[in-house]
RNA sequence: CCGAGGGUAGCUCAGCGGUUAGAGCAGGGGACUCAUAAUCUCCGGGUCGUGGGUUCGAUUCCCACCCCUCGGACCA
């Protein structure tokens, strides 16, 4: 074929080095390097960068808790991210990080050029800083009482309990999370990225292609204002590069970490910066990112317009991938859900992940979910039973019963044969645009047809009586097996290894689809792929469900409580509790399991019990928040202590028919808590982890509102 | 509330202006035994969210509505 040679970069978004890769990184890696993968098996020459993203507050912070210099933890991050990334066979032509010389040489020298071009503004920034701990403190380490309605220990981005977003600076009474000191306001100068000068460029490159109509279409929520300029300076201490020309300040991460795949680069080319930059400016190379939804930001706006600003030309495509759900939900510690690339490995087969995450990843941003039912399904009876076994049926015979010689393939099987080969195009195009959804329900067709001709051929009856014909349909059968690893070799390339092995064949190369496989002596025959056993995964769940933690009371429905907890149960109480494995699984043990077990509170003195006034309450009228996703509004009659309204979030779980005239309880002594929506006084208890998961507690009728609870 | 994406068989998903709407799994009946209890075959099963509209013709285009998911921040 004379395909012309692409110069092709593929990227992968570098992963935060303060944590785990989990089996939802694994799916923009798989992806990626199954593209890269395809890339090399049709002929073209591929570099694949990635390395970690290592400097922020965040890293210096955790370092510190660890005891460890910054430079050492994230040595740990690196070889453990390595590590994790090759059991599932993701192999990266330069593995680096942002903490490195080249990446340091590189920032500076993007800073400067941008700087000469008028890019940069200077202006005072002010910021809380924790006197204690002399720094700094990002909007998400600092909590304090919401300025607009009163609620305590918010975040200093938003609250949590009214929903207002608002500056950390105008929260009442702030701590720094990280000392508990109250940080004091503190002006500093930063040094900010106009990327309004490159607002007409980067217009043209998102209307231009460089990311897909999708994408475009959600980049237009900030395009469509003026874009603001970004803060690309955190003030010392800090862990990450210095500012040249500034004294105290540090290059934030976010700008180092793009700029740290053309670090990665330089260290694969093994040379200077400045030879990594015209390796990337090279013509006809052609650049692809690999990223998140999340990060979309970053990569369509930032990056290409500190590239163009540097002088470089800017990437020529994203690839946008969707995050991972499990069993329909998002992964969660207390349903053992959250499970890391090393636990997986260590349970399951990971070429059976990249097989699977393969059938449901097409080229749209949409999250993709691994059902563990379906996991179960498609992986025994697609790649095991279909397309393993179909080698496996052909190779094992011969060995067996003929010598361990295949033949030449049956010429009446030659339509087959032909069908298989023409199918090569439209499998490599959808490869090529990322449709691998498409690429293994081609070949589960291709290799539905090699197993109805085998059963129609029957070979196991003819070898007995004619043995080089039941040869010849054992050989085709290894011939479409042949040739149907070589469209599977970028998903899997370990079982492309044992069949080549097998076959006594180098390295399958795209082209070789129009090879025939000649008459052989056959090596022995190596499992190609193992099913999956339910209870593996069961184990691997349950080993990963860690406790609730205590903070994670989900018991009384609080007009005040109505937020996530740490520990995620409330989330968790969003959906009715199934198994694990999804409907179509098998009932599980774990499928009876409570949903949390609790763990008990500390032990309280009857005065404390005393301090907290439940009241029985008759729901005179019920009304639905209508801007609220979980709040109802209550109007309540307490007897002797008159009405009382309370907002409470029970809005998923009941309707206001099942609530008028009810009896409930309610703590009446409650703070009266000001929210967004009114101000609520008092909250009723229920039982449950949230969402539609909850019971109201009520009393028998006999009792009358007002009376208080003992 | 605003924006985006989606609602297609019991489950997970393809398809998309045009012949009787598909796959895998699940369910039911057969066949076969070479193969990792795999494979093959037949059957059942969908008013393609609801209501309008455009059209010779709509699941596929347009509008409205309902439901689900995700985003909406100076974190960037």
Same mark, same amino acid.
């Given at each position: 074929m004379a395909l012309a040679k692409r110069q092709i970069l593929v990227t992968s978004a570098l992963p935060y080095a303060n944590g785990a890769i989990h089996i939802g990184h694994l799916v923009g890696y798989i992806q990626a390097d199954i593209w890269v993968r395809f890339q090399r098996l049709r002929g073209h020459d591929v570099v694949y960068l990635c390395g970690d993203d290592a400097h922020g507050t965040p890293i210096m912070l955790r370092a510190r808790q660890e005891k460890l210099a910054p430079e050492q933890f994230i040595a740990r991050m690196n070889q453990e991210h390595q590590a994790d990334f090759a059991r599932f066979d993701i192999v990266f032509d330069s593995y680096y990080s942002t903490h490195s010389p080249?990446? +340091?040489?590189?920032?500076?020298? /993007?800073?400067?050029?941008?700087r000469q071009g008028g890019h940069i503004a200077q202006r005072p920034v002010e910021q809380f800083f924790d006197p204690v701990e002399n720094i700094f403190l990002p909007d998400r380490f600092i909590k304090g009482t919401c300025p607009a309605c009163g609620a305590a220990d918010q975040y200093g981005d938003s609250c949590d309990a009214c929903g207002k977003h608002y500056a950390p600076t105008d929260l009442i009474d702030p701590r720094s999370v990280v000392s508990g000191a109250t940080p004091r306001r503190k002006s500093s100068p930063h040094l900010f990225l106009q990327l309004e000068d490159f607002r007409d460029q980067l217009g043209g490159l998102i209307r231009g292609g460089m990311v897909d109509a999708a994408v475009a279409n959600k980049l237009q929520e900030w395009f469509g204002d003026r874009l603001k300029d970004w803060d690309i300076s955190r003030d010392a201490p800090f862990f990450g590069f210095p500012i040249p020309g500034q004294t105290e300040k540090y290059f934030y991460n976010w700008l180092d970490a793009p700029i740290g795949y053309l670090a990665s680069l330089a260290h694969y080319l093994r040379a200077e910066p400045a030879e990594a930059e015209d390796f990337w400016r090279a013509p006809g190379r052609e650049t692809y990112h690999f990223i998140g939804k999340d990060i979309i930001y970053f990569h369509a706006l930032f990056w290409p317009a500190m590239l163009l600003g540097a002088g470089l030309p800017p990437?020529?495509?994203? *690839?946008?991938?969707?995050?991972?759900? &499990?069993?329909?939900?998002?992964?969660?510690k207390s349903r053992g859900t959250f499970i890391s690339a090393e636990q997986y490995a260590r349970h399951l087969d990971p070429q059976a992940l990249? =097989?699977?995450? @393969?059938?449901?990843?097409?080229?749209?941003?949409?999250?993709?979910?691994?059902? /563990?039912?379906?996991? &179960?399904?498609? %992986?025994?009876?697609?790649?095991?039973?279909?397309?393993?076994?179909?080698?496996?049926?052909?190779?094992?015979?011969?060995?067996? !019963?003929?010598?361990?010689?295949?033949?030449?393939?049956?010429?009446?099987?030659?339509?087959?044969?032909?069908?298989?080969?023409? @199918?090569?195009?439209? &499998?490599?195009?959808? =490869?090529?645009?990322?449709? =691998?959804?498409? %690429?293994?329900?081609?070949?589960?067709?291709?290799?539905? $047809?090699?197993?109805?001709?085998?059963?129609?051929?029957?070979?196991?009856? $003819?070898?007995?009586?004619?043995?080089?014909?039941?040869?010849?349909? #054992?050989?085709?059968? !290894?011939? *479409?097996? +042949?040739?149907?690893? &070589?469209?599977?070799?970028?998903?899997?390339?370990?079982?492309?290894?044992?069949?080549?092995? *097998?076959?006594?064949?180098?390295?399958?190369? #795209?082209?070789?689809?129009?090879q025939v496989l000649s008459p052989r002596r056959l090596a022995p025959f190596e499992h190609l792929a193992g099913r999956i056993e339910e209870r593996k995964i069961e184990v691997m769940v349950r080993e990963n469900q860690t406790p609730v933690a205590p903070a994670a009371v989900a018991g009384p429905v609080a007009a005040t409580s109505d937020r996530p907890t740490s520990g995620g149960s409330w989330r968790a109480g969003n959906e009715s509790p199934k198994s694990p494995l999804g409907p179509t699984g098998a009932p599980s043990a774990i499928a009876q399991a409570p949903v949390t077990a609790e763990p008990l509170a500390a032990t309280c003195t009857i005065e404390q019990f005393n301090a907290v006034d439940l009241r029985v309450a008759r729901v005179l009228s019920a009304e639905p928040v209508q801007a609220s996703e979980k709040l109802m509004r209550l109007e309540l009659d307490l007897g002797a202590l008159g009405r009382r309204t309370v907002l409470a979030g029970i809005k998923k779980a009941y309707s206001a028919e099942q609530l008028v005239g009810r009896q409930v309880i309610v703590c009446a002594n409650l703070a009266p808590r000001k929210m967004k929506f009114g101000v609520s006084d008092g909250m009723i208890l229920a039982a449950g982890a949230g969402g539609t998961d909850l019971a109201l507690l009520s009393v028998e009728s006999n009792a009358t509102p007002g009376q208080r609870v003992h």
């Open positions: 080249e990446n +340091r040489v590189l920032c500076e020298r /993007f800073y400067e050029r941008l990437p020529g495509k994203l *690839c946008v991938h969707g995050h991972l759900t &499990i069993n329909g939900g998002k992964m969660s990249r =097989y699977y995450f @393969a059938t449901r990843l097409t080229a749209t941003p949409a999250d993709i979910d691994l059902h /563990f039912g379906d996991f &179960i399904a498609r %992986v025994n009876s697609e790649l095991v039973g279909k397309l393993a076994n179909l080698i496996s049926r052909a190779a094992g015979p011969l060995a067996k !019963l003929l010598e361990g010689r295949s033949g030449a393939a049956a010429p009446a099987a030659g339509a087959m044969l032909a069908d298989f080969r023409t @199918a090569a195009p439209e &499998i490599a195009t959808d =490869y090529e645009n990322r449709n =691998y959804a498409g %690429v293994t329900r081609r070949i589960c067709a291709l290799a539905d $047809m090699a197993n109805k001709y085998v059963e129609e051929q029957a070979p196991w009856s $003819m070898v007995k009586t004619a043995p080089e014909a039941a040869r010849s349909v #054992w050989s085709t059968a !290894l011939e *479409c097996g +042949r040739i149907l690893t &070589i469209y599977l070799k970028p998903i899997l390339p370990r079982f492309a290894e044992k069949v080549e092995q *097998c076959l006594g064949l180098g390295p399958l190369a #795209w082209a070789d689809v129009e």
